[in-house]
């Protein structure tokens, strides 16, 4: 839809015009909660114990849940980590190449305890700074209801809390783009894998722990 509405400003916006809103950023957060994934997804809960007691079919079975965007109203309460901002745009000033495609990195902390993640949550927000009383509109979990929701991504196997303290943040990247044709979206998330034998946490970009695409239509 951004794509869109740049395309419409290029167009008819007049020199010296007003875009309403002027700014727009995406957010991420971590999810935690079994018994929420079950309810929404009919996994019986992301979890360790789960993966380990699926038969030989896991990996198809997990493919089938896992590849698709999930568009929910989250719970504040399965909410497991820090936020992050993957985005920041000028809608007066950005360009249709930047808006169809956000690359980011990330780094998310544990929130007090919380020591495993189901996957991510991805929202937005934006600013309109123009308006006789500047507002902003939130639609993150923990914001008023809106019917943009959130969306989630779940990951294949949960990923653990590191180091043993929330000190050691889960850091990644995430690649947003717009599908060649039509309005879907294709997302790309890579968890660093943590090494907890070095002496100071490290973070390897070249070693994986999760790395999977999803897609939203």
């Known amino acids: 839809m951004l794509p869109s509405v740049i395309l419409a400003r290029d167009k008819w916006l007049k020199p010296g015009g007003k875009m309403f809103p002027n700014r727009a950023r995406i957010h991420l957060r971590g999810f935690y909660d079994p018994h929420y994934t079950e309810a929404r997804f009919g996994t019986g809960g992301i979890s360790e114990a789960l993966w380990n007691t699926l038969d030989l079919n896991k990996n198809i079975h997990s493919a089938m849940v896992c590849q698709d965007v999930k568009i929910e109203n989250v719970p504040e309460s399965i909410v497991a980590t820090s936020e992050a901002q993957i985005a920041d745009l000028n809608l007066e000033t950005c360009t249709v ?32 700074d123009h308006a006789d009383c500047p507002v902003s509109l939130w639609t993150s979990p923990d914001a008023l209801s809106t019917h943009w ?17 929330r000190e050691a943040p889960v850091k990644g990247r995430i690649t947003i783009a717009t599908q060649d044709h039509g309005r879907g979206l294709e997302i790309a998330v890579e968890v660093d894998r943590y090494r907890p034998h070095l002496t100071t946490p490290t973070h390897l970009p070249n070693e994986v722990e999760i790395s999977q695409k999803f897609t939203l239509v």
Do not use: T, W
């Open 97 to 128: 190449e930047s808006a169809n495609r956000i690359e980011s990195s990330f780094s998310l902390r544990f929130l007090r305890g919380h020591y495993s993640l189901d996957g991510l949550i991805i929202y937005f927000s934006v600013d309109f």
């Open 149 to 165: 929701k959130q969306a989630i991504v779940l990951f294949e196997r949960p990923v653990e809390r590191r180091g043993g303290g």
